[in-house]
């Protein structure tokens, strides 16, 4: 059972839990990605893009490694939110 801190009171809570149980705030305000996930997204999609425009064919390893970690710097940047 992962834990988030809430957005209202910064308190840990379960990612299972429908609401707050310190302040009460729902579950969609209580979601939150960590900044330095955030971080990390960002770096991955900047390299995913420069490994993208090197590498040429779209069939190429490197290209599809620049796309795979493009997708990778997406998927850590949004989290659950997408």
């Known amino acids: 059972m992962p834990l988030v801190n809430c957005l209202e009171c910064n308190k840990e809570i379960s990612t299972e839990s429908n609401r707050c149980p310190h302040c009460g705030a729902p579950k969609h305000k209580a ?8 971080v990390i997204g960002v770096i991955f999609m ?7 425009l090197v590498g040429g064919s779209l069939t190429s ?17 949004y989290g659950k939110r997408v």
């Open 31 to 38: 979601m939150k990605v960590p900044t330095g996930l955030k």
């Open 46 to 52: 900047i390299l995913g893009g420069i490994t993208i």
């Open 61 to 77: 390893g490197i290209t599809i490694g620049g796309i795979l970690f493009f997708i990778a710097g997406w998927l850590a940047y």
